[in-house]
């Protein structure tokens, strides 16, 4: 497949990361429960390679009327993120390759811990599953392995990141879309994440992508000469 070959030519390069829509079906390719994308995520995997997937880049948004207001589709984009991941899960990608990364954008992830009490109860009825094989892990442990955040703006998440898990969330700024946080993007951090220990500001504003994207985090001599005298 082209697209595999691309992965491995591309990280030979450097690259570490690449986008991929969240559901290629609704491109009208092939969808991610067919055998057809897995060249490209044994590609993903073998060579490390990060899948950001960019939710609504499918072309598909929660549009609840057909005359539902742009404002009304961009407060509901988050449902975009618990499609996605759900439907990934269930298509049992990260079951058939559970080294892969993946990274939903824009998706933001106050929404996380109730889709993961929901995949909770999809274990228990895993009985009645036509997905879940008897030695598969559970549902909510992929998500917990293979799933990583971003977020915007989650005041609400940044209160239960226990549920979560502080080393999977990223921040960011969404520059140059019409819901960016910039140029007022420090404050709203500021905002969301006081209180909260300098270790978990310092994951979710540094440490979790360095850690994710494989790349060395500037030193703590260059974080303080532009001021980021809060991060460790």
């Known amino acids: 497949m082209v697209a595999a070959a691309e992965i491995r030519r591309n990280a030979e390069r450097g690259f570490r990361a690449v986008s991929f829509t969240e559901n290629p079906e609704g491109q009208g390719l092939p969808s991610i429960y067919s055998r057809h994308w897995d060249p490209f995520f044994e590609a993903c995997q073998e060579t ?18 057909t005359d539902s207001a742009t404002d009304a589709r961009v407060a509901l984009f988050p449902v975009s993120g618990m499609v996605a991941m759900v439907d990934w899960i269930f298509a049992r990608v990260p079951l058939r390759f559970p080294g892969l990364r993946i990274v939903l954008s824009e998706a933001g992830f106050s929404w996380v811990p109730a889709i993961l009490e929901r995949l909770v109860r999809a274990e228990r009825q ?8 008897p030695d598969d892990p559970t549902p909510a442990s992929v998500a917990r392995r293979n799933f990583w955040f971003t977020s915007i703006e989650d005041p609400s998440g940044f209160r239960s990141l226990d549920l979560v898990g502080d080393d999977k969330v990223m921040v960011e ?4 879309h019409q819901d960016t946080t ?17 270790r978990v500001v310092s994951n979710v504003c540094l440490s979790n992508a360095a850690e994710v994207y494989r790349w060395r985090p500037p030193s703590t001599e260059f974080l303080d000469t532009i001021g980021c005298t809060n991060l460790p």
Do not use: C, K, M, Y
């Open 48 to 65: 490390g390679t990060v899948i950001n997937l960019h939710v609504g880049s499918s072309g598909r948004i929660t549009s609840p009327s």
């Open 182 to 198: 910039w140029p007022d993007t420090q404050n709203h951090l500021r905002a969301q994440l006081e209180g909260l220990d300098d």
């Open 126 to 133: 895993r009985a009645a599953s036509e997905v879940w094989l």
């Open 173 to 176: 700024a969404d520059f140059p």
